[in-house]
């Protein structure tokens, strides 16, 4: 690497890290002004229900791939926006966040709020560290900057210098973006679509951060491609007759399908066309995030700091559409929704390369706390990637991820709620390994396919295994779905 970075653990589980302070020497100011020089900097790009299908579209994702590495494994904890981006913010699975839904007691940013968790977040920790951090566009379902929470509206989560997030934001039109603790009003001109202004936000941060010799973490999550899915005007005209790709999954039912899917319909000629259309426009509103993560490189570039900084790009949960008869939606443990794109550039990171490491988004946060030089706390169930990323053997990482859903009646203004077409299957919990997913509902009915032989999961062979077999899953589940910290790590070696 062009500098050094504690890179944490590769393989066996450590022992848990202090979250108590540790009273250190005072810098002087120049002696400040070298750490903060030396110190990585952190670009993260976050869309909102991105599937993988949709990576020929975006070339500037391309180049990052071929200047990076991606993961072919990675997975999500939930596949739902808030559950999944709870994990993002705090390392840890939702079964320990409490954030197990959009909405309700146990959902949404209310209870993120309300559990305290905002301190835990990877941004709290790297601005204790002298981080200048910024958080941009979606923050959490249920988040309202015209709301007044703890006193404050709109209200500034403690861990951001920068915050410039707006409640809803899918139209990208017509929005009232909160600016720190001030109201932007947004219209319906070219110059007022979203992304592109979230793109020069993130551009004038870097730009002030680098000249100011102070190291940065900036997020910056889109409300794309999530529906409606609305292009820039300038894009709206982009792959004319472009059609929904459809794979062996397309409009099958797996056999022996749990009862919740075998009542799916095969798809009519018009579900089909409305599959295709929302698959163009799903494309099409993509480009001007493209175009983002090119923008914010070329800055990084000439504010002379791309040779330290990591740049990742990932989703918080992906998206069917017409696989396994199911229409608009997520939610289930097929690859489809919980197996999303993951690229991660930067100082020291292996080129071109492709990395079939279980990796999770419980990982995020311990990864950017220790390219920040934070102590990652003991509560924390994932762990830093650093470790994968040099090109080195994944041998040691952890072999199975977990997944959990909890089915939860969608309000009408529920965004993810996309009426008759989204399905939310009934709760589950699930494991996936490079080799494997095994799922078990509440019910008592089990879902096993085996993804060397049967990569598309058509084939659900539970009722084929041995009992003995069954009952290994089924410890092996039991442990992760209720693991903590750093029994997480042990659980996740089944």
């Known amino acids: 690497m062009a500098f050094s970075v504690q890179s944490g ?41 991105m599937s993988s299908n949709l990576l020929p579209y975006m070339p500037q994702v391309q180049k990052l791939q071929s200047q990076g590495t991606s993961f072919s494994d990675f997975v999500v904890s939930n596949s739902l926006c808030c559950p999944s981006r709870s994990s993002i913010f705090t390392g840890e699975y939702p ?17 993120f709020h309300d559990n305290g968790l905002e301190k835990d977040t990877f941004a709290a920790a790297l601005k204790a560290k002298g981080y200048r951090t910024a ?39 017509n929005y009232k973006l909160a600016h720190n603790h001030v ?15 979230l793109s020069k936000k993130g551009q004038s941060f870097i730009k002030k951060s680098a000249a100011a010799n102070k190291p940065f973490m900036l997020e910056v999550a889109l409300f794309t491609p999530h529906g409606p899915s609305r292009p820039a005007r300038r894009d709206k005209k982009d792959f004319p007759g472009l059609k929904a790709p459809q794979g062996p999954a397309f409009d099958k039912l797996p056999t022996n399908a749990p009862r919740w899917l075998a ?3 095969p798809l009519t000629r018009s579900e089909k066309n409305t599959i295709d259309k929302k698959f163009r426009k799903r494309a099409q509103s993509l480009q001007a995030v493209d175009k983002m993560l090119g923008k914010l490189r070329q800055t990084l570039t000439r504010a002379h700091v791309a040779d330290k900084t990591y740049v990742v790009f990932s989703s918080d949960n992906g998206f069917h559409l017409g696989e396994y ?31 079939h490491a279980q990796v999770s988004n419980i ?36 072999t ?69 077999r069954l009952a290994k899953l089924h410890t092996a589940l039991t442990r992760l779905k209720s693991c903590q910290g750093d029994g997480c790590w042990s659980a996740g070696h089944p």
């Open 95 to 111: 079964h320990n966040t409490g954030v197990l839904s959009n909405e309700g007691p146990n959902g949404g940013f209310k209870a």
């Open 183 to 197: 109201m932007e009003p947004h219209g319906k001109k070219n110059k007022d679509y979203l992304t592109d202004v």
């Open 400 to 468: 199975a991820n977990l997944i959990e859903h909890r089915h939860a009646q969608q309000a009408p203004d529920d965004p993810d709620n996309h009426g008759t077409e989204s399905i939310s299957p009934p709760n589950y919990h699930a494991m996936r390994t490079n080799s494997y997913t095994y799922v078990e509902y509440d019910s008592g009915a089990k879902e096993y396919y085996n993804l060397r032989t049967d990569p598309d999961e058509l084939h659900n062979i539970a009722g084929r295994l041995s009992r003995a």
């Open 135 to 173: 958080m941009m566009g979606k923050y959490l379902n249920g988040y309202d900057p015209r709301s007044t929470v703890d006193g404050q509206q709109p209200y500034v989560p403690q861990g951001w210098s920068q915050w410039d997030v707006v409640g809803n934001g899918y139209p990208e039109y």
């Open 325 to 355: 008869r199911l229409k608009a939606g997520k939610q289930t443990a097929f690859d489809t929704d919980v197996r999303v794109p993951l690229v991660i550039a930067g100082p020291g990171v292996a080129a071109g390369r492709t990395s």
């Open 363 to 398: 990982d995020f946060a311990p990864t950017f706390e220790k390219i920040g030089g934070a102590a990652v706390s003991s509560r924390v169930d994932g762990h830093s990637m650093l470790p994968l990323l040099d090109g080195g053997s994944a041998a040691g990482w952890r």
């Open 263 to 265: 009542r799916q319909n």
């Open 9 to 49: 653990v590769s393989g066996a589980a450590t022992a848990a890290v202090p979250t108590r302070p540790v009273t250190q020497p005072a810098l002087s100011a120049s002696a400040s002004a070298a750490a903060a020089a030396t110190k990585p900097n952190i670009v993260f790009v976050l869309t909102d229900d």
